[in-house]
């Protein structure tokens, strides 16, 4: 694309039909932009856009949205990890380093915002190595004394910096970090300093005041970024220079700095809130070095809570203050802190149960939010929140004292009881308070997949659960304290490991009933806790069983899938994730005592499929329902294969629109639908399969990540069972074309050895022949140009399979028949240095049947090759007897893409479609006899030879173990 005002002219036009509300018209505007991105100069004119001052705003804040959106997609692929993949034209690269940083800080805010995301990006992947000249490009920037800048720079610094807070220890890591350091932290901490004595000297200039003040909180992130990983020299001796502002920074107040709005944060409280953050921080990791200024950092926070309002706007800072005493009560040496007689009674009251009392902030939330509250509440996105911060605080607090934490807080616990029950509608906050209490005290150890793992003694759950939450949960009426309801069913869900299973069978029935609340919360609530109930394991024999039976649903099933059911067509879940995985869950566990029910319900699943196919916006829900349609053909289909059909009157005319509409969310759950109803069919695929066949071979499809292991498995499907009509159809060599391409890629090249050992496999040799020699100098290319141990451990499996389908000779032959004596340099450096390294049963004993025809049915093997025998047969052995070696190189970069199904970026994987392991030697039971009988023939037909080969080529060991397998087999080398 040339940089001209008429390619100007025409960016502008389709960024501005972006934004048109017609889908139709913004769609195609976005195709065309997707289609010309790959054009040289294609970002560089989005960012002249971008620049352009006489461009309406609205034009130019797209255009940077989109230029972003670019840089996230295209300048770093990351297929091939350790060499750096780019779809950006290298000079592009380079001029838009030269230019986006100036262009970001002379940029308006919003249009700053998403070229600093820009700049991360890049960052993320060339910073320091391949853009050296950033940092000190920026630091530069900090004598420029305007504000607009040195946040733009302050602000692109900690998205830089932000990700040390996260990422795992290397050494690659603390070079950058020490680069980073040498840089940056002494112009930081310059810049701190004279931004201090700026808030002094613009105390009464209340704009120029939030300016200042809002630069002191990005520089206070930046501080605890850089400070994350390990105490940094630099910040150890300057200790004195940033802890003590600090300090004052904590108590200090300015009305000028005061917010209009009650619920969002200002400057002045995220500037705090960020101090607790980086003072707890050094608490927990860097306690040596900051413990004489502890006690003094204790005070301040103590004087902040009970100083802070209950507003909203406080939330974070209150959290972050509460988390900083709740690190502190953690540790052993600050005992003495928290020792006196009444300071348990002190943070009970002027601490704990104001944070965790329910504001009118909560009721808002719970009824015209609810989403919201689910997720802050049981999704664990309430890390924030006031009230998991005192629930912490409890729990730390009770480490060390947890008898008088118990005895001090029961007090309180039996006089909030009591008030509620003389009267539920004035005091029903009183119960809320007392159930967040006793789950606070009582759990010692949690995870999200099991809730509670370990209880205080001094609490009995049963008891509390017997007398004050099941006769909340009894209670019929939808309205009547919805918020206490909702707080019971939360906390079985939390004990439900601690709860008998009788309880959980008398609760049952009651959740059961609250899945017909009309309110989102206590339906949503009702429909987890049965989830999770279905899902509690206890031991049993060797193993784990679950604990709620089909038996013990039965009786309730269709009650329970009405209600299901129900609440997913109120008008607030339509597409409610949490009962739908309860749907799938209830599908998973009834199993055949679900049938009965399924002509009524899988209309209603495919109604609600093709619904939400025109808005795919809840990918949890997406997923369960798939899940659903999954279990309900494969409860089916496991007791009657023919019943597939019915299954493809249904979902073959919804799976077209889908396809024909390209969902792209959808697709790869349509493909391991389809995979799931082919495998169903031992005959060669229906009509209307083979109709379709052609279109999954079209390469666009083949270019989205997520549509490769579905279409892979949905591909060997059709070749296990049509590989005759596939010929017919000449579509044999648009199938090795997607190997080609599958096989030339780090990240997919194991998929392109499950298609190519299909056609091995199901194609008959004589239609295979014509391709065998290009399918080999296709490997041995990327085995020459990129080798990994992924790529070793499937070209063995793929020798071995070709060498038992096809015969031994016939391999050795086709590699000799590329380069002469090139089979001898697989057999070293493959066969004997690598087969140790393959994983899988399956795959493992493929490779050792392959290996016995290797020894004992290829001639050369004892003339041409011979000085390889005993090694190959040393390897055997050690293949058969020896664990897998799992050591990798110090040239493998690659990391494993493990074989197993699971997740992939755009894929996600059914887990109830998966796939039986195919054992192509399913008759053969124990490779060692195979090789008995071998070398007995071996011998037979060479008397004298093999007995001189093992003894003077193998290893005592590998010599013991073959001599076992003689003997048990009652054989004698002659």
């Known amino acids: 694309m040339e940089l001209n005002d008429s390619n100007l002219t025409t960016l502008s036009q389709y960024l501005q039909q972006t934004l048109e509300p017609r889908l139709e018209q913004r769609k195609a505007a976005e195709k065309f932009l997707e289609s010309v991105e790959a054009n040289k100069n294609y970002p560089i004119l989005l960012l002249q856009l971008i620049d352009r001052e006489n461009v309406d705003m609205v034009i130019r804040v797209s255009g940077a949205i989109t230029f972003k959106n670019y840089i ?11 060499i750096s993949q780019s779809r950006v034209h290298p000079e592009d690269r380079d001029q838009i380093k030269r230019l986006i940083v100036g262009l970001m800080l002379k940029s308006p805010s919003h249009i700053q915002r998403q070229l600093s995301d820009a700049v991360s990006i890049i960052g993320k992947s060339d910073f320091p190595d391949q853009w050296p000249s950033l940092l000190d490009e920026m630091v530069r920037y900090f004598a420029t004394a305007d504000f607009h800048i040195i946040n733009g720079v302050l602000q692109t610094a900690q998205s830089l910096f932000k990700r040390y807070r996260f990422e795992f220890k290397s050494e690659k890591l603390w070079r950058e970090i020490k680069y980073v350091l040498d840089t940056f932290a002494k112009p930081l901490t310059d810049l701190f300093v004279a931004t201090l004595e700026l808030t002094t000297a613009n105390a009464n200039n209340k704009d120029a005041l939030r300016v200042i003040f809002s630069s002191l909180v990005i520089i206070a992130e930046i501080f605890f970024s850089l400070n994350y990983q390990d105490l940094p020299e630099f910040f150890e001796d300057n ?4 802890f003590p502002p600090f300090l004052s920074l904590l108590t200090a107040d300015n009305p000028l700095l005061h917010g209009d709005s009650d619920e969002e944060p200002g400057v002045l409280e995220q500037l705090k809130s960020q101090i607790c953050d980086n003072v707890t921080l050094y608490a927990q990791k860097y306690d040596e070095e900051f413990a004489p200024l502890l006690p003094d950092f204790v005070s301040a926070v103590w004087q902040l809570l009970t100083a802070t309002g209950k507003e909203m706007k406080y939330d974070g800072l209150v959290s972050s203050a509460i988390h900083f005493l709740s690190t502190v009560a953690e540790r052993p040496q600050y005992k003495a802190l928290f020792e006196e007689p009444q300071i348990f009674g ?6 704990v149960m104001p944070n965790m009392e329910f504001r009118k902030a909560d009721e808002e939330l719970f009824e015209d939010n609810p989403e919201e509250y689910v997720r802050r509440d049981i999704e664990g996105s309430d890390v924030d929140t006031r009230r998991r911060s005192a629930c912490d605080l409890v729990r730390a607090l009770s480490k060390h004292f947890e008898d008088r934490i118990t005895e001090s807080f029961s007090t309180y616990i039996s006089a909030l009881l009591n008030q509620y029950n ?14 967040y209490l006793v789950t606070s005290m009582a759990v010692k150890a949690s995870t999200a997949k099991h809730g509670t793992t370990q209880t205080s003694p001094l609490v009995n759950i049963p008891e509390f659960f017997a007398n004050f939450i099941l006769p909340e949960l009894k209670d019929p009426d939808p309205l009547n304290l919805p918020v206490i309801k909702a707080d019971c069913i939360k906390f079985e869900m939390k004990f439900r490991n601690q709860l008998p299973k009788e309880v959980h069978l008398e609760a049952l029935p009651h959740l059961i009933h609250h899945l017909r609340s009309p309110q989102f919360v206590l339906h949503t609530y009702a429909a987890a806790a049965i989830e999770k109930m279905f899902t509690i394991r206890v031991p049993a024999g060797s193993g784990d069983v679950g604990l709620i039976t089909k038996q013990d649903v039965q009786p309730h099933l269709g009650k329970l899938l009405e209600n299901l059911f129900s609440a997913m067509a109120n008008e607030v879940s339509l597409e409610n994730e949490y009962v739908m995985k309860t749907v799938m869950r209830t599908f998973s566990l009834s199993q055949e005592v679900l049938i009965p029910f399924l002509p009524v319900l899988l209309p209603s699943l495919t109604n609600k499929l093709m619904a939400v196919s025109k808005n795919p916006s809840k990918p949890h829900f997406n997923h369960y329902l798939f899940e659903s349609l999954c279990l309900s053909l494969k409860i089916v289909c496991g007791k009657d294969p023919s019943a597939v059909s019915n299954f493809e009157g249904m979902f073959f005319p919804v799976f077209q629109e889908l396809l024909t509409q390209d969902v792209q969310e959808f697709i790869p759950y349509v493909f391991q639908l389809l995979s799931m109803m082919l495998e169903f069919h031992n005959c060669p695929a229906p009509p209307p399969y083979m109709a379709m066949f052609p279109c999954l071979l079209v390469p666009t499809l083949w270019e989205r990540q997520g549509n490769i292991q579905p279409l892979v498995r949905l591909i060997q499907a059709f070749i296990e069972r049509s590989s005759e009509q596939i010929v017919a159809a000449e579509k044999l060599p648009a199938v090795l074309g997607i190997f080609q391409k599958l096989i030339a890629s780090k990240m997919n090249d194991h998929q392109g050895f499950y298609l190519v050992q299909s056609l091995i496999e199901h194609v008959a040799p004589n239609h295979m022949q014509a391709f065998i020699k290009q399918i080999f100098v296709l490997l041995f290319q990327r085995l020459s140009s990129s080798k990994t141990i992924k790529l070793i451990k ?15 000779t016939t391999l050795q032959s086709t590699v000799d028949g590329i380069q002469a004596n090139l089979f001898g340099m697989v057999l070293e450096k493959l066969y004997i240095a690598e087969v140790q390294r393959v994983s899988g049963t399956v795959e493992r004993k493929i490779c050792a049947v392959g290996m016995v025809k290797i020894l004992c049915e290829t001639p050369v093997m004892t003339t041409t090759y011979s000085s390889f025998w005993p090694l ?14 799992t050591t990798v190189p110090d040239d493998e970069h690659f990391i494993e893409i493990e074989d197993t199904p699971g997740y992939q970026a755009a894929y996600s994987q059914l887990i109830f479609a998966g796939k ?7 008759n053969v039971q124990d490779p060692r006899i195979l090789l008995v009988d071998g070398l007995r023939n071996l011998a037979n037909s060479r008397p004298g030879t093999l007995p001189g080969l093992i003894q003077a080529g193998l290893s005592e060991n590998a010599q013991q173990y073959v001599q076992n397998y003689l003997q048990a087999a009652g054989v004698a080398l002659i």
Request: aromatic share 12%.
């Open 794 to 808: 499937g070209l063995l499996v793929f020798f071995n399979l070709f060498a038992i389908k096809y015969g031994a």
């Open 422 to 435: 003389g009267d539920h509608k004035q005091f029903w906050k009183n119960k809320d308070i007392a159930i």
């Open 346 to 351: 002190s943070i009970c009251e002027k601490v």
């Open 239 to 242: 200790m004195k220079i940033w």
């Open 872 to 885: 190959i047969l040393e390897a055997l052995v050690k293949l058969l007897e020896a664990p897998e070696d």
């Open 72 to 82: 996230k997609r295209n300048w770093s692929t990351g297929e091939d990890e350790g």
């Open 916 to 922: 039986k392991p195919h054992d192509p030697l399913q």
